[in-house]
C-alpha cells in the first residue's frame, strides 16, 4: 500500500508542474548573420492574432553559442505606447548579448496592464497584466555586424530558468575585441583611416574612439553596455606612439570616467574599469594634442589574466622621495633642510615620514627645502608631488613654490592640497588620501640640478609624502629593440623596416640613425 501511494504522489508532482516551452515560430540551433544594420528576427506569438498567454510562467530565456558582434534579444507585448513616423511603438523588454555563449532571461512582465493603445484609444485588452499578451520575441544586432547561434527560446518557471542558467554558465571569452573597421565616436576634427587603423587628433586634445551604448526606444536614451566580466580596456598600438596622450572610458549614471594617460614612445595603454563603471559602458575614446597620430594594432576589453605588461622602459625615474610609516627612501639626489626647515625632512607627522614646507617664499633663498638631483632636469620632465596640509583653515590655501638653480621658478595658486590629518586625526569629510599635483618642466628651468621648495604665501603648512621626478625617453630611445638598417644611399626605413618617403611622419631609420622625421 505504501508503495502505490507513493507512485500516485509522484504522478501528482509531475502533473503539477510547469515544463519549458519553446517560443513559438523559434527553430533549435538555427544560426543569423547579420550585417550591422539593426537587422534581425522577430518571431511572432499567437499566429497571425500576435497575441500570446504566457501568464502561467515567469521567464522568457535564450540559450545561445557562437556569438560575435553585440546581439539584442528581447520580448514585446500588445500594449502600444505611441506612434511613430514608421508605425507603432510597443512595449518592450530587453538585454544585451555580448558573450560567446550562456543563457540570458527575461523576467515576463506580470505587475503592469494594458491599458491604453495608440493615441490614447483603449484597445481590446484594457486591464489585462502584459504577460497575457505578447506579441512577438525578438534576436537582432546592436548596429554591428554580428552572428548567433540560437540553441533556443524558451518559456518557463523560475526554477526552470534558474535551472537553465546553473546548465549554462556563459562563458567569457578572455578578451572582447572592439571593431578597428570603424571607430564610430570622435569629435574636434579627429579622424580616423580604418585602412591604416590610423587615429589622427584635429583640436587640441579631441577624440576619436567607440561608441558603445545602445539606444533604449521605451525611454529615448543611450544606455550603456555592460562589460561587468573584464576587469580592463587595453590599447594596443601598432608603433611607439609619436605623442603622448590618454585613453578615457566613459560610463553612464554620471559615475566617473577612468582613464589611463600615456607617454610619447608608448606601445600599450591599459585602464582599470570601476566596479560599477563596467556594468554600464557608454565610449570609448583616444585624446591627445593636435596634429597625433595613434596607429592601432588590437582593442579589447579583457581580464586581468589575459592584460598585456605595460613596457616601462620609456619612463626613467631621476629621482623620488617616499615617506611611510618607517621612514623614508630616497633615490637620484639628497633631500636637506634649511633654515625654518632645518628640522623638517623625514618629519614624522603620525601616521607618515614627511617633508614638511613651513618657509616662506620671500626667504626661500635661506629658509627652504633643497633638493639636489644627480641629474639635470630636462625640458618636460614631469614632477609628481603628493601631499595634504595640516590646517582646516577658511581662506587658507597650501601651494607649493619651486625655485630652480636656473630659470624662474613656478607655483600655480589654482594647484592645492586638501585638508587630511591634523596630528593624525582624519579631518577631511571624503575621507581622502593625500592628493597628487603634477608640474611640467618648462625650458627655462632645463638645466636645473637644485630645486628649493617654500610656501608661495603664507598659509597652512604642507606635508609631502612623496615627490618623483620622471623623464619620458626621447624618440631615440623609446624602442629598445629596433632593428638597424645601414644603407648606403640613404634610404629612409620606419621602425618596421618599411621603406618611406619624405611624406612619412614619426620615427625613422637611415645610414644606421634613428631620428624623428616631421
Given at each position: 500500500m505504501k508503495k502505490i501511494f507513493t507512485f500516485i504522489a509522484g504522478l501528482l508532482l509531475v502533473g503539477s508542474a510547469h515544463a519549458a516551452v519553446l517560443v513559438d515560430e523559434v527553430t533549435e540551433g538555427a544560426e543569423y548573420s547579420y550585417?550591422?544594420?539593426?537587422?534581425?528576427?522577430?518571431f511572432n506569438q499567437g499566429g497571425d492574432a500576435l497575441d500570446k498567454d504566457v501568464s502561467e510562467y515567469d521567464y522568457v530565456w535564450i540559450q545561445f553559442a557562437n556569438v560575435t558582434g553585440k546581439i539584442g534579444f528581447g520580448i514585446v507585448y500588445a500594449e502600444w505606447?505611441?506612434?511613430?513616423?514608421?508605425g507603432e511603438t510597443y512595449y518592450t523588454d530587453s538585454k544585451i548579448i555580448e558573450a560567446e555563449s550562456g543563457v540570458v532571461g527575461i523576467p515576463l512582465e506580470k505587475t503592469k496592464t494594458l491599458v491604453h493603445g495608440i493615441n490614447n484609444v483603449d484597445n481590446d485588452f484594457k486591464g489585462d497584466i502584459y504577460a497575457k499578451h505578447v506579441r512577438q520575441v525578438y534576436v537582432q544586432d546592436q548596429g554591428v555586424a554580428s552572428t548567433i547561434k540560437v540553441v533556443g527560446i524558451w518559456y518557463g518557471t523560475e526554477a526552470e530558468y534558474q535551472d537553465a542558467l546553473a546548465g549554462n554558465k556563459p562563458q567569457v571569452a578572455p578578451k572582447k575585441q572592439l571593431d578597428l573597421t570603424?571607430?564610430?565616436?570622435?569629435w574636434g576634427n579627429s579622424e580616423y583611416d580604418a585602412a591604416t587603423k590610423t587615429i589622427t587628433i584635429g583640436e587640441d586634445w579631441s577624440g576619436k574612439g567607440w561608441w558603445l551604448a545602445t539606444w533604449d526606444g521605451a525611454t529615448s536614451t543611450n544606455v550603456g553596455t555592460s562589460y561587468a566580466d573584464y576587469d580592463k580596456l587595453a590599447i594596443e598600438f601598432a608603433e611607439p606612439t609619436e605623442a603622448n596622450g590618454k585613453v578615457n572610458v566613459e560610463y553612464d549614471g554620471g559615475l566617473e570616467s577612468s582613464a589611463y594617460e600615456f607617454a610619447a614612445g608608448s606601445t600599450v595603454a591599459v585602464v582599470d574599469l570601476s566596479a560599477e563603471g563596467k556594468k554600464q559602458v557608454m565610449q570609448v575614446y583616444i585624446q591627445g594634442p593636435a596634429g597625433s597620430k595613434y596607429v592601432l594594432a588590437d582593442a579589447y576589453f579583457c581580464t586581468n589574466e589575459a592584460a598585456p605588461e605595460i613596457p616601462q622602459n620609456n619612463?626613467?625615474?631621476?629621482?623620488?622621495?617616499?615617506g611611510g610609516e618607517e621612514g623614508a627612501v630616497v633615490s637620484g639626489g639628497t633631500v636637506v633642510g634649511n633654515g625654518a626647515d632645518a628640522e623638517s625632512?623625514?618629519?614624522?607627522?603620525?601616521?607618515?615620514y614627511t617633508i614638511r614646507v613651513s618657509s616662506k617664499k620671500a626667504n626661500v633663498d635661506t629658509?627652504?627645502?633643497?633638493?639636489?638631483?644627480?641629474?639635470?632636469?630636462?625640458?618636460?620632465?614631469?614632477i609628481a608631488v603628493t601631499a595634504y596640509r595640516n590646517k582646516d583653515t577658511a581662506g587658507k590655501i597650501a601651494t607649493l613654490y619651486l625655485a630652480y638653480e636656473n630659470g624662474a621658478p613656478f607655483f600655480n595658486d589654482e594647484e592645492t592640497w586638501v585638508n587630511i590629518y591634523n596630528n593624525g586625526e582624519d579631518i577631511d569629510e571624503d575621507g581622502e588620501t593625500p592628493n597628487t599635483n603634477t608640474y611640467v618642466v618648462a625650458a627655462d628651468n632645463a638645466g636645473s640640478k637644485v630645486i628649493r621648495l617654500a610656501r608661495s604665501k603664507a598659509s597652512t603648512n604642507i606635508f609631502i609624502t612623496k615627490f618623483v621626478i620622471?623623464?619620458?625617453?626621447?624618440?631615440?630611445?623609446?624602442?629598445?629593440s629596433v632593428k638597424t638598417f645601414v644603407v648606403a644611399d640613404g634610404a629612409v626605413y620606419n621602425l618596421r623596416g618599411q621603406r618611406v618617403d619624405a611624406t612619412y611622419k614619426g620615427i625613422v631609420v637611415s645610414n644606421g640613425k634613428k631620428f624623428f622625421q616631421k
Open positions: 550585417a550591422g544594420t539593426w537587422g534581425g528576427n522577430w505606447l505611441k506612434t511613430e513616423s514608421w570603424n571607430l564610430g565616436s570622435g619612463v626613467k625615474t631621476l629621482f623620488s622621495w617616499e625632512v623625514n618629519y614624522a607627522n603620525n601616521i607618515y629658509d627652504n627645502i633643497t633638493i639636489t638631483l644627480d641629474e639635470a632636469l630636462a625640458e618636460g620632465d614631469k620622471t623623464r619620458t625617453a626621447d624618440d631615440t630611445n623609446a624602442v629598445e
